[in-house]
């Protein structure tokens, strides 16, 4: 490593980007630091939960009808905490939350910004030590400045996200996010308690030989996924194979894989569960729109994740993505009547 080597925090990292941007107001880079703090709280209390009584349930569940981790609730609050008292946030949306919060006060509903989060992903996977993490996609308010945020301020396809991002709790802490100029990486430097620098300009690789899907549900899949999940087990070297499975069953872990190594995650719909068990604001939007600004692609089978016009806070959505070419030969099998692409929403184009 090359002595003294400038390192960018995420802070120097933002600060540069807005200023860049002309007619900036620096809001979003506040915002960013905000959910960095509460990441890095965040990361203490996962990194030490087999030494204090913050393991197993709440005894509650959420809206989601899941068990409520006692860590869920923690970084539902840090998360929280951070954007009602910082300057750039008018309210948000959580998965651990019924509806959304406003925040209502003069500070906030200046803010042009508000946030949907999940605020501890694969929460199950705590007591066992497997990578969890913290998503989240920000959003400029449709509503005027100066008022309160109300639901339709959230309910915005992906496509109008300004930024999206997530923290990896694993064997280092990384933030990602993305805006429309970029993915960029930040891994968590203990020794001064900053996001610095480690991964930028991500490029999620166009082919892979990983493909993440549960196979205890392949036979619920309709028969196009069997058959895609077929086509996977049989790649040899001769068509780009061979190719390896591996799902930990934790979504940031595993599309994290994804965008770094090259694959393609999968959470099809199954015959119980058509709509499939992912949640399109907080879990498939900010991915869709970071794997698609990587060069990726996300699709719920049918069209593009990010041009879906949301209905509901909490609806789930079939969710595939990844490298480019491993996710269209998955949807050759899913969309097998070529169509125009104009009769598919504007087809798989990048954001
Ligand atoms: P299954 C975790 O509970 C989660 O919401 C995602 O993080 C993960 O990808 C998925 O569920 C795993 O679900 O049904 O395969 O165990």
């Given at each position: 490593m090359a002595v003294n080597r400038r390192v960018l925090t995420l802070d120097e990292f933002t600060?540069?980007?807005f200023r860049k941007i002309p007619n900036a107001t620096g809001e979003l880079s506040a915002l960013l630091r905000d959910i960095g703090l509460a990441a890095k709280r965040i990361h203490v209390e996962v990194n030490k939960i087999g030494l204090v009584d913050m393991l197993g349930d709440t005894g509650d569940v959420n809206v989601q009808g899941e068990e409520v981790k006692k860590m869920d609730v923690f970084a539902n609050n840090q998360m929280i905490g951070?954007?009602?008292?910082?300057?750039?946030?008018?309210g948000i949306g959580s998965e651990e939350l019924d509806d959304i919060v406003v925040f209502d006060d003069e500070m906030s509903n200046q803010s042009k910004y508000v946030v949907l989060f999940d605020p501890l992903d694969g929460s199950a996977n705590i007591d066992t030590n497997v990578s969890i993490g913290t998503i989240f996609g920000i959003y400029k308010r449709k509503t005027e400045k100066g008022t309160a945020c109300n639901k339709q301020d959230f309910l915005q396809p992906g496509l109008a996200q300004v930024a999206a991002g997530y923290v990896v709790y694993g064997s280092s802490t990384m933030l990602v996010y993305a805006t429309?100029?970029?993915?960029?990486g930040f891994t968590l430097d203990q020794s001064i308690?900053?996001?610095?620098?480690?991964h930028p300009d991500i490029k999620c690789p166009p082919d892979g030989k990983i493909y993440s899907v549960n196979h205890g549900n392949f036979f619920k899949y309709e028969k196009p996924v069997q058959d895609y999940i077929t086509c996977c087990q049989k790649k040899t070297e001769k068509d780009g194979g061979p190719y390896t499975n591996r799902y930990i069953g934790s979504m940031v872990a595993d599309v994290h894989r994804t965008l770094i190594?090259?694959?393609i995650f999968m959470y099809p719909g199954t015959t119980g569960r058509p709509e499939g068990k992912l949640r399109l604001m907080y879990e498939c939007n900010p991915f869709a729109f970071i794997l698609e600004v990587a060069g990726g692609?996300?699709?719920?089978?049918?069209q593009r994740v990010v041009d879906i016009q949301p209905t509901q806070l909490h609806q789930r959505t079939p969710f595939i993505t990844g490298?480019?070419?491993m996710v269209d030969e998955c949807l050759s099998y899913l969309i097998p009547s070529p169509q125009p692409l104009s009769t598919r929403g504007e087809g798989h184009s990048s954001v």
């Open positions: 600060i540069q980007a951070v954007l009602k008292h910082g300057v750039s946030c008018a429309r100029r970029g993915v960029n308690g900053e996001f610095c620098l480690s190594k090259g694959g692609k996300a699709s719920n089978g049918m490298s480019k070419n």
